[in-house]
């Protein structure tokens, strides 16, 4: 039984909906990826990125750590208004 088509040759990856893009990862970055598949028990690449972007907006975007957002950014822009040094990280 012959596939009936709207052209004889019919490219099925043309009508493809899904959207993707690239990401280049100098070789540190790519050892921190690595260690957060690990963490996620997730072999894939692609499946790993899309199940850290929900967590990450999951926590950035939760409204009890936007509160704590609000909070830490007023303190940089008061201390950077008033000319304090900024402290280093730990």
Known sequence: MPL??????????EKSK???FTVKLNPQE?????EWKTALHQKKDSTAIKQLARLGA????DPKNIEIQKILLNNY???KRLGIVEFEEK
């Not at 999951?58 to 975007?61: P, R």
């Open 18 to 20: 899904d959207d993707t």
């Open 4 to 13: 009936d088509h709207e052209t004889p040759f019919y490219r099925t990856h």
């Open 58 to 61: 999951k926590v950035l975007l």
């Open 77 to 79: 822009r008061k201390n």
């Open 30 to 34: 790519r050892i921190e990826f690595n």
